[in-house]
Structures are given as structure tokens and as C-alpha cells.
């Protein structure tokens, strides 16, 4: 089974930037995406932004869009998230995760990790 551990987060003022990353291992197979989500704590977990596989197609939620840009990793089989202009509203904790080709959902998850905006 795939592995997706993410990396980047942590502690930045408003108007400020972070990197994320999300690197996939283990048994790896053919996945049509990769996708960066995220949840408050209470709230259900939202669509941020998502990467097609095979064109690169890119698409995101309205609340990132032109402040969030998602791209690949290809040596490390992931993807990024380089988020800037950030705004307290963006914490939250932050997972990638992948829609095998078998499937319509994103089937395969990481633990997250915590982004924190302060105003």
C-alpha cells in the first residue's frame, strides 16, 4: 500500500509563505491525481487543490485560487503546495492524498500536517 507523508508546515505570519510537500512510497501504483485538502478542527475536511496526473491540469478551491499553486515532485513522486499570501483563515491541518486509476475518489491518505496563520 502507498505511503504519503507530508512536510512544510508550520508557524507563519499572515501575508507570509510555506511550502508543503508530500512525498508517496511503499507499493505504488497508477493514480489519475494528487490532491492537498485540509480541516479545522469541528469543520469537515475542505478541497484546496488538485493535479492530474497524466496532462498536469491543475485546478483549485476559490478560496486559494491565485495564492496556492500545486505541481509535481517527480523525484520524489509527490507533489507541492506552495502556498503565499496566506491569511489566518488558511489554518488548518493540511493532507495530500492520491485517486488511484481504479477509483472516482481520492482512496489513499497522509497524517497531515499543521499549517497555523497568525494575524
Known amino acids: 500500500q502507498v505511503q504519503l507523508v507530508e512536510s512544510g508546515g508550520g508557524l507563519v505570519q499572515a501575508g507570509g509563505s510555506l511550502r508543503l510537500s508530500c512525498a508517496a512510497s511503499?507499493?505504488?501504483?497508477?493514480?489519475?491525481?494528487m490532491g492537498w485538502f485540509r480541516q479545522v478542527p469541528g469543520k469537515e475536511r475542505e478541497f484546496v487543490a488538485t493535479?492530474?496526473?497524466?496532462?498536469?491540469?491543475?485546478f483549485y478551491a476559490d478560496s486559494v485560487k491565485g495564492r496556492f499553486t500545486i505541481s509535481r515532485d517527480s523525484a520524489k513522486n509527490g507533489v507541492f503546495l506552495q502556498m503565499n499570501s496566506l491569511k489566518p483563515e488558511d489554518t488548518a491541518v493540511y493532507y495530500c492524498?492520491?485517486?488511484?486509476?481504479?477509483?472516482?475518489?481520492?482512496?489513499?491518505w497522509g497524517q497531515g500536517t499543521q499549517v497555523t496563520v497568525s494575524s
Open positions: 511503499g507499493r505504488t501504483f497508477k493514480w489519475t491525481a
Open positions: 493535479i492530474r496526473w497524466n496532462d498536469d491540469f491543475t
Open positions: 492524498a492520491v485517486k488511484p486509476v481504479w477509483s472516482a475518489s481520492y482512496d489513499f
